[in-house]
């Protein structure tokens, strides 16, 4: 498994924007798909977005493309989450995962990720 840690999280007003980063400590992150996640209490997990090992393919959930951008990092140990056009719905903590075990599924599902972040809270306002 990878420790995650996330940042970047916090509260922005609807139409905003942040940015969210996940790194692992003491790995490079570049051989293994990455996903974020989010979760509202009382609701179960969802997929956001997932970026494959070279960073060349990228899938979101319909709800955030167009608004939404999972990138890497040049460190290769980084992934980021740009969010602009921030709305009421959106929050909820993120989480940051990755696919370490490698099951070559694209587009990743929730069970092919292996190592989790903590998690960041985002909080829009409207």
């Known amino acids: 498994q990878v420790q995650l840690v996330e940042s970047g999280g916090g509260l922005v007003q609807a139409g905003g924007s942040l940015r969210l980063s996940c790194a692992a400590s003491g790995r ?4 293994y798909a990455m996903g974020w996640f989010r979760q509202t209490p009382g609701k179960e997990r969802e997929f956001v977005a997932a970026i494959n090992w070279s960073g060349g393919r990228t899938h979101y959930t319909d ?11 040049n460190a290769r140990n980084t992934v980021f989450l740009q969010m602009n056009g921030l709305k009421p719905e959106d929050t909820a903590v993120y989480y940051c995962a ?13 069970v092919d990720f292996d190592s989790w ?7 829009v306002s409207s």
């Open 28 to 31: 490079t992150l570049s051989s």
């Open 117 to 123: 972040g903590q998690g960041t809270q985002v909080t």
């Open 98 to 110: 990755a696919d370490v075990v490698d099951t070559g599924r694209w587009p990743p599902m929730e």
């Open 63 to 73: 709800s955030v493309k167009g608004r939404f951008t999972m990138s890497r990092g």
